[in-house]
């Protein structure tokens, strides 16, 4: 019984680490937030007043700060759970339990959260967004550099932004850049890669996670049985978009991954795996212009 109770205590910090290493808006995580009990997370915000003229008898003329809280609520409440076999596991040396674990984190948990979190951040009213068009070699350095330039413009850090774009145009830029690279490599070793883009670190999305909208599946109705998500009616592909950290709040308020072994399931001799999130994302309100999105016509 202790073999196996270890073995399921293993498993935890193995998924939170598959979650990090699969998830490709973890980078995003910068905002604190206070925990209001319930459904409600709340993030402080300040407002300042300017300079004033200083006066040379009376001194320094009185400023204000505003602190208020911004209340948001979360939405998305998710989860699944599986059943192993105990002798289904044993034959396979434990592989079957782990792995099933694992590629569910990897092929579903990660995905979806990144293609909501993307769908919600581009689907927000006020962000910057360029018309949507389809980009080839000799227009996505144009379509990045007024990208930076409208950050730039609307006072975004530059320090921290990152570029999320697709594979495909990620390729396009590669090409459009390549007579501007030069990197010093043997005959048996080419590396055409490019990390970042004027100072912004670049993470590639699949085109499956980078739409303007998604539709979740609940998991019971007919036709939505095998849960997840799919593209919304009428979502646009996503070219690229440009994030700063401090523009987005990522709130996983509860994330809970549940194994049990089978000494410890009351209702079969199985490895039982459950796993739920309760989380949302939102683009703070004071910070909107932080957010920069490209998308296909």
């Known amino acids: 019984m202790s073999n196996s109770i270890a073995l399921a205590q293993k498993y935890l ?13 973890s980078p995003l995580d910068y905002n ?15 407002s300042l007043q300017g300079l ?18 911004e209340t948001l609520t979360l939405n998305r409440d998710r989860a699944r759970s599986f059943i192993i076999d105990r002798m289904d596991n044993d034959e396979t040396l434990d592989q079957a339990f ?21 769908a919600t951040y581009a689907s927000t009213s006020g962000i910057s967004a360029a018309t949507p068009a389809t ?8 379509a990045i550099d007024t990208a930076v330039l409208s950050m730039d413009e609307n006072e975004v850090p530059c320090e921290g932004r990152i570029l999320f774009i697709t594979p495909a145009n990620y390729s396009l830029l ?43 599946y609940d998991g019971s109705t007919s036709g939505q049985t095998d849960g997840g998500y799919v593209a919304a ?4 592909d996503i070219n690229f978009m440009i994030i700063h950290p401090s523009a987005v709040l990522q709130v996983p308020k509860h994330t809970l991954p549940r194994v049990f072994s089978p000494d410890e399931n009351q209702k079969a001799d199985a490895w ?26």
């Open 135 to 142: 980009l080839t070699a000799a227009t996505i350095i144009d």
């Open 52 to 69: 004033a003229n200083y006066d040379r008898n009376s001194g320094f003329i009185d400023g204000s700060v505003t602190g208020s809280w």
């Open 233 to 236: 009616s009428g979502a646009k």
């Open 272 to 297: 039982k795996f459950d796993y739920r999130i309760y989380h949302d994302a939102f683009v703070l309100s004071n910070k909107l212009k932080g957010v920069y999105l490209h998308s296909k016509a």
């Open 32 to 46: 604190v937030v206070d925990y209001s009990g319930g459904n409600v997370v709340k993030i402080f915000k300040t």
């Open 174 to 216: 590669k090409k459009a850049t390549a007579g501007m690279r030069f990197a010093p490599v043997s005959e048996s070793d080419i590396n055409t890669n490019i990390e970042t883009y004027d100072g912004m670190r670049i993470i590639k999305v699949p085109q499956g996670r980078f739409k303007t909208a998604i539709t979740l």
């Open 13 to 25: 910090p193995m998924l939170d680490e598959i979650y990090q290493f699969a998830s490709l808006t």
């Open 98 to 118: 782990g792995s099933l674990a694992g590629e569910f984190i990897r092929t579903k948990v990660a995905p979806e959260i990144d293609a909501y979190r993307f």
